[in-house]
């Protein structure tokens, strides 16, 4: 599986972005599908996961309530709708797909097996 993240860009505080993640091979419609970031001088953390059937998700704290994970199987494509940007919301974000994980360990970094080439997101104040 090959992955292309997009989407990214500048941004004011409060507002929002899309990006995108579509993948090329098969059998991606059973992969779950993750989002991190990292930020200059931090390490990579979850931001959100999506099941292969897309009828459960995970966020992480920080973005709960502002962040929607999606995906469209027939496109090969998975979606970050990102609301209510913050500064702290500024980071390279990756793309990533792993098989047969159980949904508590989405978070785990070390579970994902593709990962995109990441994609710059930086909000303003």
């Known amino acids: 599986v090959q992955l292309q993240a997009s989407g990214g860009g500048l941004v004011q505080a409060g507002g929002s972005l899309r990006l995108s993640c579509a993948a090329s091979?098969?059998?991606?419609?059973?992969?779950?599908m993750g989002w991190f970031r990292q930020a200059p001088g931090k390490e990579r953390e979850f931001v959100a996961a999506?099941?292969?059937?897309?009828?459960?998700?995970y966020y992480a704290d920080s973005v709960k309530g502002r962040f929607t994970i999606s995906r469209d199987n027939a496109k090969n494509t998975v979606y970050l709708q990102m609301n209510n940007l913050t500064p702290e919301d500024t980071a390279v974000y990756y793309c990533?797909?792993?098989?047969?994980?159980?949904?508590?360990?989405?978070?785990?970094?070390?579970?994902?097996?593709?990962w995109g080439q990441g994609t710059q997101v930086t909000v303003s104040s």
């Open positions: 999506i099941g292969w059937r897309a009828t459960r998700t």
């Open positions: 091979g098969r059998a991606f419609s059973s992969y779950v």
């Open positions: 990533a797909a792993e098989r047969d994980s159980t949904w508590y360990r989405w978070p785990e970094i070390t579970d994902y097996d593709y």
